[in-house]
């Protein structure tokens, strides 16, 4: 988990540094092109197995969700600090735990529904809105959490009904496919050097989730999700060291609010259940 925090850091840092200078339609494609062809291995069997056309409607509107999803996020990438952007990300599992009650029949009881609260005060602590002007970015990445949290939440639908390498891959296709046409509409031609840092964010998205899988694999959420707070402490040294953005202090508190409460969550369900459902904040990571 440790790493799976650098890796998603370094994502984020590679698509600060570029600053904008690609659209961000442009730069997700270009992402999402780069990701699409280190799956293909496990795309081309997964396409020649078919699918129903129910799981292929499920594909679909996952696609559409993360469409928007990393628009909206390499947008405010371009807009607002890094911490920011990792803080406000830290809303997805809470989208999700929401969207499971209200679309998927799974229990809100009233110390989930207190967790939330919790979680919700803190992004309200991270965004402060009435007490200083917010950037279309701060809402852009809203945008984007609600998006990533719809899709984790169409990604369970597809359980058992696709493998999971599958879901995988189909989704860096159905996205690249959705991204297309936008990308064309604000296409400018990049350099060398904005293509290979494209390119770079590509490996670490993928090196991300795949040491978050092995993380998975070696301890239970329980014990990898309070990790994640890591990244926001990690991101905002970043910034500040890096690109020179001031440390915010309530970005911080207001992350650790929201963090606490994820783990609260994870935890009450890991002893409920024998196995957390709440999602990773990584996990619903473009």
């Given at each position: 988990?440790?790493?799976?925090g ?24 270009i992402?999402f ?17 078919g ?14 969700l ?12 371009s ?6 952007v ?7 599992p809470?989208?999700v ?18 967790a ?19 950037d ?42 959705g ?5 064309y509409?604000?296409?400018?031609p ?16 993928t090196?991300g989730?795949?040491?978050m899988m ?6 239970p ?19 500040w060291?890096?690109?020179?953005e001031?440390?915010?202090?309530w970005v ?11 783990s609260?969550?994870?935890?009450r ?13 990584s996990?619903?990571?473009?």
């Amino acid at each position: 988990m440790l790493l799976t925090g650098a890796c998603f850091v370094a994502v984020n840092a590679i698509v600060r540094w570029l600053d904008g200078s690609v659209p961000a339609p442009q730069a997700a494609f270009i992402r999402f092109l780069f990701g699409l062809l280190f799956l293909t291995p496990t795309l081309i069997p997964a396409l020649r197995r078919g699918f129903p056309r129910d799981v292929w409607r499920l594909f679909a509107a996952r696609g559409i969700l993360h469409v928007a999803a990393v628009i909206a996020w390499f947008y405010a990438m371009s807009r607002i600090t890094i911490a920011e952007v990792t803080a406000i990300g830290f809303l997805n599992p809470i989208v999700v735990t929401v969207g499971a009650a209200l679309f998927l029949g799974e229990a809100l009881s009233r110390r989930r529904i207190g967790a939330i609260t919790v979680a919700l005060v803190g992004a309200l602590i991270v965004l402060r809105p009435g007490l200083r002007t917010l950037d279309p970015g701060h809402l852009s990445q809203v945008v984007a959490a609600l998006c990533f949290g719809a899709s984790y939440i169409v990604a369970k639908q597809l359980t058992g009904k696709a493998p999971a390498s599958a879901i995988v891959a189909v989704l860096s296709l159905t996205v690249a496919i959705g991204l297309a046409p936008v990308a064309y509409a604000v296409w400018v031609p990049p350099t060398l050097f904005e293509v290979g840092m494209l390119a770079l964010v590509a490996v670490f998205a993928t090196a991300g989730h795949y040491t978050m899988m092995r993380a998975f694999e070696a301890a239970p959420l329980t014990v990898t999700q309070p990790v994640t707070f890591l990244q926001l402490l990690w991101a905002a040294m970043l910034a500040w060291f890096v690109f020179g953005e001031p440390l915010d202090h309530w970005v911080m508190i207001g992350g650790a609010l929201m963090i606490g409460a994820i783990s609260y969550i994870t935890w009450r369900e890991a002893r409920r259940d024998g196995a957390a459902r709440t999602p990773p904040v990584s996990a619903t990571k473009g």
